[in-house]
């Protein structure tokens, strides 16, 4: 009999009915993608995990390097001219496995060190050790480069890090893979990860990029500013206070002396601010 085949499974003409449905919508923009693309999920076409993966890969179109960059204070580099007892325990505590070398200064980048090409000196190799005949070539991008540009040059290229330059040409920040593939995916941690958690990273010119899911506490305490924590624990949670609405990638509002600009964000909470430090005449 026909009807011992039944199941309570939706067949394919089910879903694809569902998806024909919601791709009937007019759709002239990124921000009415996501949307469509959230009614999809909504009417149970899309899981959560699905969404966000495709939203990540959709906003990398509209954000660029010096969003997520590691800033030039943060960047760990070794000295080209460096004895081999200096190199080891800079990469033992940094814990990194790429390295930008220097020549004279901090703006003078001569390549990539892997950290895996110190292991003739860590096993006590005595062969002479030219730093410089290891160094892996450099890959710079400027600030303003598109995050989606730059993941399909590290496809291409098989490069995993880019040092990022400024506007004169000097070391700006550096940029990895897999900071922009967090972006799409969410965090990836490794086995050096550390357990506490970072949520404020300085950035150039009196910017920082911060997690919404900073405590009040500890926005206060790194800002010296005073936000009351009685009606909210999170700083995300009082700069979508003031919004009024979920706002979109790149919205902004000034709170105080601060002006929080939305970097991610999905359909239910704000993801990662920047944030800027006005002078007190100017707030």
Known sequence: ???????????????????????????????DLIAVLRKAQRNNILDGDDLSIIEGALKIREMQVRDIMIPRSQVVTVRADAAPQEILP??????????????DGLDEVLGILLAKDLLPLALKDDRPFDLKQVLRPVTFVPESKRLDVLLKEFRETHNHMAIVIDEYGDL????????????????????????????????ENN???VKALTPIEAFNEFFRSQFSEDEFDTI????LSHFGHIPHHEEAVNIGPYRFVVLDADDRQILLLQVSVNPPNEA
Request: a negative charge.
């Open 90 to 103: 800079v990469v033992i505590e940094a814990q990194h496995s790429r390295f930008p070398v220097i020549g």
């Open 236 to 239: 995300g949670g009082l700069v």
């Open 172 to 203: 700006a920040g550096l940029c990895t893979i897999e900071d922009v593939l967090e972006q799409i995916v969410g965090d990836i941690e490794d086995e050096h990860d550390s357990d506490d958690e970072v949520f404020i990273k300085p950035l």
């Open 207 to 209: 910017n920082f990029t």
């Open 1 to 31: 009999m026909n009807d011992s085949n039944a199941t309570n499974e939706p067949g394919p003409s089910s879903w694809i009915g569902k998806l024909r449905e919601v791709f009937t919508e007019q759709v002239s923009d990124i921000g």
